[in-house]
C-alpha cells in the first residue's frame, strides 16, 4: 500500500536557525513528490514538484531534494513568516495523490 | 485572477440534513478533487473528476455524493448518512493527463460543522 510518513510531527525554531523537514515515501512508480505550505484555516499553497531522484528545487529560504526513498524540504534561516504547516504528498500510479500528515513548524523571533 | 471559490466558509448543520458545499474554478483546468481533512491525519481523498460527467469514488466516498456538469464547477454534497461529517472540506484543482503528475491547486476550503 502506498503511504507518506513526515517527521517530526513538530519542530520549533529559533529565527536563523537552519533544519530540515523529513518525507519518507512507498509510492509504487512515483510520478512526482509535491511539497505544500499550509497556514491555519486556509487551503494548502503549491510549493515544489519534483520527479525524480537527485531533483533540487529552491524558493526563496525552501528548498526540496528527493532521493529514491525520501524528500527533504530544508529551510535555511526561517522568519517567524515561514511558521505554517508543511505537507508532503506523491503520486505514484494512480490518479490520486498520497498525502502525510505534516510538520508543524514554528519559528520564534 | 485564476484560483478556486469554495462557498460558504463556515457551515453549520443539524444532525440529518444534507448539505451541498460549492467549489469554482476559473483555471481552465480539466480535473477537480475533493478531499476531507481532520486533525492529526493527512488529506484524505472523497471523490475526483478527470473530466466532465464523470467521476469516480477516492478513498472515502460513503456517505457523499458529486456532481460534474460543467468543467468550472465540481460540487459536493454530504448526505445524512455519512457518519461523522464534521470536518474542514477542501477542494482542488489541476491538470489532466495520463501518466502525468500535475500539481493541484487548492480553494480556501470549508469548514462543515454539524451537531
Known amino acids: 500500500e502506498d503511504q507518506v510518513t513526515q517527521s517530526p510531527e513538530a519542530l520549533r525554531l529559533q529565527e536563523g536557525e537552519s533544519s530540515s523537514l523529513n518525507c519518507s515515501y512507498t509510492v509504487s512508480g512515483l510520478r512526482g513528490l509535491f511539497w505544500y505550505r499550509q497556514d491555519p484555516g486556509k487551503g494548502p499553497e503549491f510549493l515544489f514538484t519534483l520527479y525524480s531522484a537527485g531533483e533540487e528545487k529552491e524558493k526563496e529560504r525552501l528548498k526540496a531534494t528527493l532521493t529514491k526513498k525520501e524528500s527533504f524540504l530544508h529551510i535555511t534561516a526561517p522568519k517567524p513568516e515561514d511558521s505554517a504547516t508543511y505537507l508532503c504528498a506523491g503520486r505514484g500510479n494512480t490518479d490520486k495523490l498520497i498525502f502525510g500528515t505534516g510538520t508543524r513548524l514554528q519559528v520564534f523571533p | 485572477d485564476g484560483g478556486i471559490t469554495q462557498s460558504p466558509k463556515y457551515l453549520f448543520r443539524k444532525e440529518g440534513q444534507n448539505v451541498t458545499l460549492s467549489c469554482e474554478q476559473n483555471?481552465?483546468?480539466?480535473?477537480m478533487y475533493w478531499y476531507r481533512q481532520d486533525p492529526g491525519q493527512g488529506l484524505r481523498l472523497i471523490y475526483y473528476?478527470?473530466?466532465?460527467?464523470?467521476?469516480q469514488k477516492g478513498d472515502i466516498a460513503e456517505g457523499y455524493s458529486v456532481s460534474r456538469e460543467k468543467k468550472e464547477s465540481f460540487p459536493l454534497t454530504v448526505t445524512s448518512a455519512q457518519k461523522n461529517p464534521t470536518a474542514f472540506y477542501l477542494c482542488a484543482s489541476s491538470r489532466a493527463g495520463q501518466g502525468a503528475a500535475y500539481e493541484q491547486y487548492f480553494g480556501p476550503g470549508t469548514r462543515l460543522t454539524v451537531t
Open positions: 483555471l481552465n483546468h480539466d480535473a
Open positions: 473528476s478527470q473530466i466532465v460527467n464523470d467521476f
